[in-house]
């Protein structure tokens, strides 16, 4: 007969063993994704429409990506610990197979607009799983599940991957093209700091 200190134990390891099996369970896939923005230092930006449309080519999402974007950490590079910031946030387990954007930049008054196509093989990184945690909570950070875009004054646009747990990997550029705005169409100014930078050192072409 099994006396209540053995059935006890047999209990708790058989808690142990479901929690142990729980937790080597299939990893979940890819559901949740962003497009986040950046510019460079003083080289403000502005969002003006973001139109998404999926792998499935069957639908898509459209949205702002944020009114003002980020900045790097530098005038010259896209170096920094920015990732997420005025990102659009999609829920989905779709991912994109092309997206167009346009946005406005207040450093030389000019609007820009691109459709880039997203390949096979960035939505298969995207969706690749790793057994990677990171921050001060150990979080569990497997995915590569924002794609950055990296405004420049120029039209350049650096497209990178990053995620919770990973760095700005750039997968490629393109230019975008000059968007012809209304008339009337009024830039904001930029900030004095901005603007004093500008006057200085005008408006780079081609380093970023």
Not at 66 to 72: A, F, N
Not at 73 to 79: I, R, V
Not at 116 to 125: A, C, G, M, Y
Not at 134 to 151: A, E, S
Request: net charge negative.
């Amino acid at each position: 007969m099994i006396n209540a200190k053995t059935f006890l134990l047999i209990i708790f390891c058989l808690l142990v063993s479901s929690c142990s099996t729980e937790y080597q369970a299939e990893p979940q896939e890819l559901d949740e994704w962003t497009i986040s923005t950046i510019s460079p230092k003083y080289y403000t930006v502005r969002g003006d429409i973001l139109l998404i449309v999926g792998e499935k080519k069957q639908g898509g999402w459209r949205g702002m990506i944020g009114k003002t974007t980020m900045e790097s950490e530098s005038p010259l590079s896209w170096d920094g610990g920015e990732r997420f910031h005025s990102g659009y946030s999609i829920n989905s387990d779709e991912l994109p197979a092309s997206f167009y954007i346009r946005w406005h930049s207040l450093a030389n008054k000019k609007t820009y607009n691109k459709t880039i196509k997203v390949s096979e093989d960035v939505r298969n990184k995207m969706r690749e799983y790793h057994d990677i945690r990171c921050g001060y909570y150990d979080l569990l950070l497997p995915y590569k599940n924002n794609i950055l875009l990296g405004l420049a004054p120029d039209g350049m646009i650096s497209v990178f991957l990053n995620g919770g747990c990973f760095d700005n990997e750039l997968q490629f550029k393109v230019q975008a093209v000059e968007y012809k705005v209304a008339d009337d169409f009024v830039y904001p100014e930029l900030s004095e700091e901005a603007q004093a930078y500008v006057d200085e050192h005008g408006v780079p072409v081609g380093i970023w």
